[in-house]
């Protein structure tokens, strides 16, 4: 994020007017984000505020758009050459902007502060064939949520470590009445179902791609699919996931109509938040769970610790666009929304990606179970294929799945149309 999709605020286009700065101003910029799960749009207005304060010569518009408009947005504006300096990214887009010239490469513009201090696996977000396309500014991944309340009553004492454990407390909770449907996922036809498939591909050691070619047909990408399936067709999984984005997922948990919920770092606090949730104060946090019998088998690349926990890489960068006539002006704006001083300020949210703010208790006060679930579950991150043609990949994938769900094709038929459907 969801990054993948992270989509609070969906359904409307929210555009910012320029803001801060006197008049007179020397430099515009246009910069480009999300309605998103992670920083809200609140906070970007917030952190552009202060940046504008301290440099009076520079103005920033902002623009807001759903997740699932960004990346047209930003290929669009460059094909008519202009539109925007800054443009916020997934982690699946650095080889298809590289390969077209959408960002500018700014592996000389990082320093050796910035190489020591953030985390390795950040700088993936915004890497492809060795530079670097911008700086990550939301590292995330999904974590399984659940409600305590509700695993006490079933006389669950601890959270799944196992998907086919998760089935299983989900069946006992089912069984006693307690709620008829106690899983929700966001497996709607977008990017969102793309992320709950790769942390489950991970669990099963799948991978995407072998040789540039579709492997996720057989192994662990086949794996993850059916266990879908069988979720859903079993009723342990909320009939609506189908459609379900993750603000909708949010939603269902925090009314108290799920067990358990894949979702990003955002829902922790927005979920424990008594003006926003009927939940507050029962929400627990792990990482996604791994696979049963999976224990010494060889990881998949990027696959680190799968039969322990499972995780996506849904993380964001910053980046400058290859049309910009001020690039110097927006990369100063985009050390400062990066900079470890507004990270930390904006970390209830967004978790940051300094490795030393961790140690932080004005980060970590009140979130630390959150913080020991993202301790294991960042460092398990498995990238979605990394490709320029992962647009085509992705959609392929994403009918493959609403067929699959839906009886329409068995999972095995569903994924060998998505590779041939792939572009690859």
């Not at 669009?76 to 902007?97: C, K, R, T």
């Not at 799948?206 to 266990?227: M, R, V």
């Not at 909708?248 to 955002?266: C, H, I, M, P, S």
């Not at 990027?302 to 006539?325: D, Q």
Request: aromatic share 10%; with cysteine; net charge negative.
């Amino acid at each position: 994020m969801l990054k993948s999709t992270r989509n609070a605020l969906i359904g409307a286009t929210l555009i910012g007017a320029g803001f801060t700065g006197h008049a007179q101003a020397e430099t515009t910029l246009n910069a480009l984000f999300m309605a998103q799960a992670a920083y809200s749009e609140a906070d970007v207005r917030a952190m552009t505020d202060a940046f504008a304060k301290a440099n009076p010569d520079i103005k920033v518009n902002l623009e807001f758009v759903p997740y699932e408009g960004l990346h047209d947005k930003t290929v669009l504006a460059q094909g008519s050459g202009g539109g925007y300096d800054v443009v916020l990214f997934d982690v699946i887009w650095p080889a298809e902007y590289a390969a077209n010239n959408v960002l500018l490469d700014v592996t000389d513009r990082v320093t050796d502060e910035m190489n020591k201090g953030v985390l390795p696996g950040a700088w993936t977000t915004v890497e492809y064939d060795g530079k670097r396309y911008g700086m990550p500014w939301i590292l995330d991944t999904k974590y399984l949520f659940y409600n305590k309340e509700i695993l006490e009553k079933a006389g669950i004492k601890q959270p799944p470590k196992t998907w086919e454990e998760l089935a299983e407390q989900a069946k006992a909770i089912k069984d006693k009445g307690l709620l008829e449907s106690p899983i929700a996922w966001s497996w709607s036809q977008a990017e969102a179902a793309i992320c709950d498939y790769t942390t489950l591909v991970s669990a099963y050691g799948g991978k995407f791609l072998d040789g540039g070619k579709p492997a996720f047909t057989t192994g662990g990408g086949l794996d993850a699919l059916n266990y879908m399936v069988t979720s859903y067709t079993s009723g342990l999984t909320n009939p609506n996931s189908k459609e379900f984005l993750e603000e909708d997922v949010r939603k269902v948990f925090q009314n108290g109509e799920a067990a358990f919920a894949l979702n990003w770092t955002y829902m922790y606090n927005l979920a424990n938040d008594p003006k926003e949730s009927k939940v507050a104060g029962k929400v627990g946090v792990v990482p996604a769970p791994g696979a049963a019998g999976k224990v010494g088998v060889v990881p998949a690349p990027g696959a680190a610790g799968k039969s322990e926990v499972s995780a996506v890489n849904g993380s964001m960068g910053l980046g400058i666009t290859a049309t910009s006539k001020h690039p110097e002006e927006a990369w100063k704006y985009i050390v400062h929304m990066t900079s470890q001083e507004t990270q930390n300020a904006y970390a209830k949210l967004s978790l940051p990606i300094w490795a030393s703010s961790y140690e932080d208790p004005n980060v970590t006060k009140g979130q630390e179970e959150l913080i020991a679930a993202a301790k294991r579950g960042l460092a398990a991150m498995y990238p979605r294929p990394t490709t320029p043609k992962y647009q085509e990949l992705s959609t392929a994938l994403q009918q493959a799945i609403q067929e699959a769900l839906l009886g329409q094709s068995s999972a095995e038929d569903a994924l060998k149309s998505a590779a041939e459907n792939s572009g690859l």
